[in-house]
């Protein structure tokens, strides 16, 4: 389990957002560092990495979404038809590469990415397995920032499908849960 921070990113948005700590210390104060990635982010295809079963991936920095509800009237009545689905930008770091160019036509010219995938990775017994694996389609990049380094991406999203796959403490797989929204029929299950 990796350590995180909150930390505002640069800029006129006064966002802040989780980002992954990559110095983890061992019980003697002694810097660790990170052996494997615990989030990794998939855009169609045009990411890369050497990490093997994820090499059309890359490694995910930190990111932020928000789902919600807008619901006007009495809350203690049922829930209105007019209740609508939200969902904030979706907003990645990502490390710098050969495909930061890429993300930065599709913003300039408009297409979208097909189907964004974030995957969070964990080790069940000897195996790594993903823990939970959020996919979001057709995803238009609204701003691209580039701090040294690392890239900042913000994607206005149309679905979201959230699995969270569970393990007993033997390591045995019980299964997954998922829920699914579509933010542009503001439909959901």
Not at 28 to 45: F, I, K, L, R, Y
Not at 102 to 120: A, H, Q
Not at 152 to 169: A, D, F, P, R, W
Request: glycine share 8%.
């Amino acid at each position: 389990m990796s350590r995180f921070s909150i930390v505002q990113i640069p800029g006129k948005s006064k966002l802040h957002i989780p980002m992954i700590d990559k110095t983890l210390l061992n019980d003697d104060g002694a810097n660790t560092g990170v052996t494997s990635p615990e989030w990794m982010v998939q855009m169609d295809t045009f990411l890369s990495c050497s990490v093997e079963g994820y090499e059309t991936y890359c490694e995910l920095f930190g990111w932020y979404g928000e789902s919600s509800r807008y619901t006007s009237g009495s809350l203690a009545s049922s829930l209105y038809t007019s209740a609508t689905l939200r969902h904030t930008d979706l907003v990645i770091v990502i490390p710098n590469g050969g495909y930061s160019t890429m993300l930065e036509g599709l913003m300039n010219t408009g297409n979208f990415i097909k189907k964004l995938i974030i995957v969070r990775l964990g080790n069940v017994k000897t195996a790594k397995v993903v823990l939970q694996k959020l996919t979001y389609t057709n995803c238009r990049i609204q701003k691209f920032n580039q701090q040294l380094d690392q890239l900042v991406v913000e994607l206005s999203i149309m679905t979201k499908n959230n699995t969270v796959y569970v393990y007993g403490q033997d390591g045995q797989s019980q299964g997954q849960m998922v829920t699914q929204a579509d933010y542009s029929k503001n439909t959901a299950s």
